[in-house]
Nanobody, 117 residues
Framework: QVQLVESGGGLVQAGGSLRLSCAAS????????MGWYRQAPGKQRELVAR???????NYADSVKGRFTISRDNAKNTVYLQMNSLKPEDTAVYYC???????????WGQGTQVTVSS
């Protein structure tokens, strides 16, 4: 069983930066998708950024140019560097590791990011 542990959330002023980390314990050899989602109060969970096994990345239009997803395979960890944060980035952020072609699907516990204006 894989467990995902997130860290790095917090309170920051608009224009500031945070880096989220998501570390996986256990075997993730079947994982070919790592992503960060967020959910703001009263809104649906949305995909913020993803990185696939070949290294390609994709971002939501709202975060392009400000957020960067990366991974450290040796540490089984994925990161989300968030720069130029805006109040509308406030949400609970979740990491997701899964096999895009199978049932394997793991979620982190969520970490709160609050951006003050």
């Amino acid at each position: 069983q894989v467990q995902l542990v997130e860290s790095g959330g917090g309170l920051v002023q608009a224009g500031g930066s945070l880096r989220l980390s998501c570390a996986a314990s256990g075997s993730i050899h079947s994982i070919n998708f790592m992503g960060w989602y967020r959910q703001a109060p009263g809104k649906q969970r949305e995909l913020v950024a993803r990185i696939v096994s070949g290294g390609s990345t994709n971002y939501a239009d709202s975060v392009k140019g400000r957020f960067t997803i990366s991974r450290d395979n040796a540490k089984n960890t994925v990161y989300l560097q968030m720069n130029s944060l805006k109040p509308e980035d406030t949400a609970v952020y979740y990491c997701n590791f899964r096999n895009a072609f199978g049932p394997t699907d793991y979620w982190g516990q969520g970490t709160q990011v609050t951006v003050s204006s």
